[in-house]
């Protein structure tokens, strides 16, 4: 309850924050990416990463001709595999599983997302228009499951095992193509880096960082 009391709260304060001001351009979006995770301890290894999609939309409000706060919530769907050296407690929804040393984990997680940043563009040429974005993203986990190779767990509820925040910065770029009057589509691309442990594992640091395409419409 108290996970989408928090979400409500964050979703209404956007929405003020913005809904004073008449100089705003949206922008649904589908964000196809590749995540991944990444540990701080040396028997915790990066084992590969996971095809997701962030849906979702973006608001810029314009402050100058160029430049804009940019906001929006979405719902991404993001995670990793990680390798573990030595024996693994998972917390699972059943109790804990204690897993073989060598297990790999594929988490499946699930974030409501909502950036913070500073939107640059150029002047529209001919029907193209140029941007970068950069700033920091929240996220508000929702969801997460796991599946183990080798192992009788699949889509296993592992909520006790992940953090309900995540932080990040991100930086991208892109372009805007214009199809008449406000309207244009936009296709660029993003890299996002959290720098908050996601996981309540112990004294290991835990990372989730994404590589993803954006594709949307421009109103």
């Known amino acids: 309850m108290k ?3 928090l979400i409500s709260i964050l979703l209404i304060s956007t929405v003020t924050i913005f809904a004073q001001n008449t100089n705003l351009r949206f922008t649904v979006f589908v964000d196809p990416k590749f995540s991944w995770m990444k540990s701080d301890y040396n028997s915790i290894d990066n084992d590969g990463s ?4 962030n849906i979702g939309l973006n608001v810029d409000k314009f ?3 160029n430049y804009a706060i940019m906001t929006g919530i979405s719902i991404d769907n993001t995670g ?5 050296e030595n024996v693994k407690t998972l917390k699972t929804g059943s109790g804990n599983e204690d897993l073989p040393a060598g297990s790999s984990i594929l988490y499946k997680l699930q974030y409501i997302d909502i950036p913070l940043g500073l939107k640059l563009k150029t002047n529209e040429i001919g029907y193209w228009t140029f941007f970068t974005h950069l700033g920091l993203n929240g996220g508000i986990n929702i969801k997460a499951t796991a599946e183990v190779d ?14 309900l925040f995540n932080l990040g910065y991100f930086i991208g770029a892109g372009t805007e193509y214009s199809i008449g009057g406000n309207a244009a589509l936009v296709v660029g691309l993003t890299y996002t880096n959290g720098f908050i442990d996601i996981t309540d594992g112990g004294d290991s640091k835990v990372t989730l960082g994404n590589l993803a395409i954006r594709v949307g419409v421009l109103f």
């Not at 996971?50 to 999609?53: A, E, I, L, P």
């Open 3 to 5: 996970k989408y009391l």
């Open 80 to 84: 990793g595999n990680l390798n573990f």
């Open 50 to 53: 996971k095809f997701g999609v």
């Open 63 to 65: 402050f100058a001709d």
């Open 150 to 163: 080798g192992y009788e767990l699949q889509n296993e509820n592992i909520s006790d095992e992940v953090r």
